[in-house]
Protein backbone atom coordinates (compact mmCIF):
# COMPACT_ATOMS: atom_id res chain seq x y z
CA UNK A 1 0.00 0.00 0.00
CA UNK A 2 1.35 3.54 -0.92
CA UNK A 3 2.38 5.71 2.68
CA UNK A 4 -0.33 8.79 3.59
CA UNK A 5 -4.09 8.59 3.24
CA UNK A 6 -3.86 8.14 -0.58
CA UNK A 7 -7.50 7.10 -1.73
CA UNK A 8 -8.34 3.66 -3.79
CA UNK A 9 -10.48 4.18 -6.23
CA UNK A 10 -12.37 0.94 -7.37
CA UNK A 11 -14.28 0.06 -10.56
CA UNK A 12 -17.57 -1.52 -9.61
CA UNK A 13 -18.90 -5.50 -10.66
CA UNK A 14 -15.17 -6.61 -11.41
CA UNK A 15 -14.01 -9.96 -10.01
CA UNK A 16 -11.82 -8.23 -7.61
CA UNK A 17 -13.83 -4.91 -6.95
CA UNK A 18 -14.95 -6.36 -3.07
CA UNK A 19 -11.42 -7.82 -2.42
CA UNK A 20 -9.66 -4.45 -3.54
CA UNK A 21 -12.31 -2.50 -1.34
CA UNK A 22 -11.71 -4.79 1.21
CA UNK A 23 -8.02 -4.49 1.32
CA UNK A 24 -8.11 -0.71 0.31
CA UNK A 25 -10.07 -0.36 3.53
CA UNK A 26 -8.00 -2.41 5.66
CA UNK A 27 -5.10 -0.52 5.13
CA UNK A 28 -6.62 2.78 6.17
CA UNK A 29 -7.36 3.74 2.45
CA UNK A 30 -10.80 5.72 1.97
CA UNK A 31 -12.50 3.91 -0.90
CA UNK A 32 -14.46 5.80 -3.80
CA UNK A 33 -16.83 3.67 -6.19
CA UNK A 34 -14.65 4.64 -9.95
CA UNK A 35 -17.86 5.05 -12.12
CA UNK A 36 -17.70 4.34 -15.79
CA UNK A 37 -19.63 6.84 -17.88
CA UNK A 38 -19.59 7.54 -21.51
CA UNK A 39 -16.45 9.04 -22.99
CA UNK A 40 -16.43 10.88 -26.04
CA UNK A 41 -14.01 8.76 -27.24
CA UNK A 42 -15.03 5.11 -26.70
CA UNK A 43 -18.57 5.81 -27.97
CA UNK A 44 -20.53 2.44 -27.91
CA UNK A 45 -17.40 0.47 -26.40
CA UNK A 46 -18.28 1.48 -22.53
CA UNK A 47 -17.70 -1.06 -20.32
CA UNK A 48 -20.88 -3.09 -19.24
CA UNK A 49 -22.66 -1.08 -16.51
CA UNK A 50 -21.53 2.01 -17.99
CA UNK A 51 -24.03 5.09 -17.50
CA UNK A 52 -24.55 6.46 -20.81
CA UNK A 53 -26.22 9.50 -22.43
CA UNK A 54 -29.13 6.96 -23.47
CA UNK A 55 -29.49 5.83 -19.28
CA UNK A 56 -33.05 6.15 -18.24
CA UNK A 57 -33.35 7.85 -14.78
CA UNK A 58 -34.52 4.65 -13.30
CA UNK A 59 -31.80 3.15 -15.23
CA UNK A 60 -29.41 5.38 -13.63
CA UNK A 61 -30.38 4.62 -10.29
CA UNK A 62 -30.44 0.85 -10.41
CA UNK A 63 -26.95 0.97 -12.11
CA UNK A 64 -25.90 3.37 -9.06
CA UNK A 65 -26.64 1.26 -6.87
CA UNK A 66 -25.66 -2.21 -8.39
CA UNK A 67 -22.42 -0.30 -8.67
CA UNK A 68 -22.33 0.52 -5.06
CA UNK A 69 -23.18 -2.66 -3.88
CA UNK A 70 -20.02 -4.09 -5.43
CA UNK A 71 -17.78 -1.71 -3.63
CA UNK A 72 -17.87 -1.69 0.13
CA UNK A 73 -16.74 0.80 2.03
CA UNK A 74 -16.67 3.46 -0.27
CA UNK A 75 -17.10 7.05 0.98
CA UNK A 76 -16.95 8.99 -2.34
CA UNK A 77 -17.22 8.44 -5.99
CA UNK A 78 -15.71 9.84 -8.87
CA UNK A 79 -16.21 9.06 -12.45
CA UNK A 80 -14.05 6.24 -14.61
CA UNK A 81 -13.54 8.24 -18.10
CA UNK A 82 -17.15 10.46 -18.67
CA UNK A 83 -15.67 13.26 -21.27
CA UNK A 84 -18.98 12.76 -22.45
CA UNK A 85 -21.58 12.56 -19.85
CA UNK A 86 -20.22 15.09 -17.54
CA UNK A 87 -21.45 17.69 -20.03
CA UNK A 88 -24.59 16.97 -19.60
CA UNK A 89 -26.69 18.61 -16.37
CA UNK A 90 -29.43 16.42 -16.56
CA UNK A 91 -27.43 13.32 -15.94
CA UNK A 92 -25.26 15.09 -13.70
CA UNK A 93 -28.56 15.84 -11.60
CA UNK A 94 -29.46 12.64 -11.94
CA UNK A 95 -26.23 11.43 -10.60
CA UNK A 96 -26.23 14.14 -7.76
CA UNK A 97 -29.45 12.83 -6.49
CA UNK A 98 -28.62 9.31 -6.05
CA UNK A 99 -25.52 9.93 -4.09
CA UNK A 100 -27.36 12.27 -1.77
CA UNK A 101 -29.74 9.64 -1.13
CA UNK A 102 -27.00 7.14 -0.26
CA UNK A 103 -25.85 8.96 2.51
CA UNK A 104 -22.21 10.35 3.76
CA UNK A 105 -21.09 10.19 0.63
CA UNK A 106 -18.45 13.04 -1.34
CA UNK A 107 -17.74 13.45 -5.11
CA UNK A 108 -14.62 13.78 -7.17
CA UNK A 109 -14.82 15.06 -10.51
CA UNK A 110 -12.28 13.37 -12.33
CA UNK A 111 -12.65 15.98 -15.17
CA UNK A 112 -11.80 14.29 -17.99
CA UNK A 113 -12.90 17.50 -20.23
CA UNK A 114 -12.61 20.86 -19.46
CA UNK A 115 -16.43 21.09 -20.23
CA UNK A 116 -17.64 18.88 -17.45
CA UNK A 117 -20.41 20.69 -15.05
CA UNK A 118 -20.19 17.68 -12.71
CA UNK A 119 -18.56 19.98 -10.18
CA UNK A 120 -21.17 22.66 -10.48
CA UNK A 121 -23.86 20.06 -10.32
CA UNK A 122 -22.88 19.01 -7.35
CA UNK A 123 -22.49 22.21 -5.46
CA UNK A 124 -25.80 22.96 -6.52
CA UNK A 125 -27.00 19.66 -4.97
CA UNK A 126 -25.77 19.97 -1.95
CA UNK A 127 -22.94 17.18 -2.53
CA UNK A 128 -19.38 17.92 -0.88
CA UNK A 129 -17.45 17.75 -3.96
CA UNK A 130 -14.10 18.63 -5.17
CA UNK A 131 -11.91 18.49 -8.82
CA UNK A 132 -9.18 16.65 -10.00
CA UNK A 133 -6.27 19.29 -10.86
CA UNK A 134 -3.22 17.06 -12.06
CA UNK A 135 -3.51 13.60 -13.93
CA UNK A 136 0.09 12.30 -12.48
CA UNK A 137 0.62 9.52 -15.47
CA UNK A 138 -1.68 10.65 -18.78
CA UNK A 139 1.88 9.87 -20.02
CA UNK A 140 3.21 7.48 -17.87
CA UNK A 141 6.88 7.64 -18.97
CA UNK A 142 8.90 8.26 -15.71
CA UNK A 143 10.16 11.27 -16.11
CA UNK A 144 6.88 12.73 -17.40
CA UNK A 145 5.23 11.72 -13.79
CA UNK A 146 8.18 13.47 -11.97
CA UNK A 147 7.28 16.70 -14.10
CA UNK A 148 2.77 16.11 -13.22
CA UNK A 149 3.99 15.28 -9.30
CA UNK A 150 6.20 18.42 -9.33
CA UNK A 151 3.26 20.68 -10.57
CA UNK A 152 1.10 19.34 -8.40
CA UNK A 153 3.30 20.54 -5.40
CA UNK A 154 3.01 23.47 -7.16
CA UNK A 155 -0.16 24.29 -7.22
CA UNK A 156 -0.17 23.19 -3.58
CA UNK A 157 2.02 25.95 -2.59
CA UNK A 158 -0.05 28.26 -4.69
CA UNK A 159 -3.63 27.35 -3.83
CA UNK A 160 -3.06 25.69 -0.35
CA UNK A 161 -4.90 22.54 -1.70
CA UNK A 162 -4.20 20.36 -5.10
CA UNK A 163 -5.37 17.11 -6.04
CA UNK A 164 -4.28 14.19 -8.08
CA UNK A 165 -5.17 11.23 -9.98
CA UNK A 166 -3.06 8.42 -10.75
CA UNK A 167 -3.07 4.77 -12.25
CA UNK A 168 -1.75 1.84 -10.87
CA UNK A 169 0.69 1.40 -13.06
CA UNK A 170 4.00 0.02 -11.59
CA UNK A 171 6.19 3.21 -12.58
CA UNK A 172 3.48 5.64 -11.04
CA UNK A 173 2.99 3.32 -7.65
CA UNK A 174 7.14 3.01 -7.65
CA UNK A 175 7.29 6.75 -7.58
CA UNK A 176 4.86 7.73 -5.78
CA UNK A 177 6.45 5.00 -2.66
CA UNK A 178 9.85 7.38 -3.28
CA UNK A 179 8.23 10.85 -3.23
CA UNK A 180 5.60 10.73 -0.66
CA UNK A 181 7.52 10.38 2.14
CA UNK A 182 9.39 13.94 1.54
CA UNK A 183 6.68 15.55 1.09
CA UNK A 184 6.41 16.44 4.80
CA UNK A 185 10.38 17.91 4.58
CA UNK A 186 8.96 19.99 1.96
CA UNK A 187 5.87 21.26 4.11
CA UNK A 188 3.16 19.72 2.21
CA UNK A 189 0.65 17.35 3.96
CA UNK A 190 -1.40 14.95 2.73
CA UNK A 191 -4.64 14.77 3.74
CA UNK A 192 -7.86 12.66 3.15
CA UNK A 193 -10.37 13.99 0.42
CA UNK A 194 -12.88 14.09 2.85
CA UNK A 195 -10.89 16.09 5.06
CA UNK A 196 -10.22 18.28 2.72
CA UNK A 197 -13.71 18.48 0.95
CA UNK A 198 -14.78 20.33 3.93
CA UNK A 199 -11.83 22.44 4.11
CA UNK A 200 -12.74 26.58 3.89
CA UNK A 201 -11.21 27.38 0.84
Not at 181 to 194: D, F, M, N, T, W
Request: glycine fraction near 8%; aromatic fraction near 6%; proline fraction near 8%.
Amino acid sequence: ALPGPVACAVLPGTPRSVQLAQAAWQNGKEVLLHLPMQSMHLHGTEEPGSITLDTTRRGLADIFANALATVPFAVGVNGHRGSLLTRHPGHMSWLMEEILMAGGLYFVDSYTTHHSVALQIASEAGVPAIRRDVFLDSDPAPEMVAREFERLKSLARERGFAVAIGHPYPGTLAFLERAIPGLVEEGIQLVPLSELIHLPR
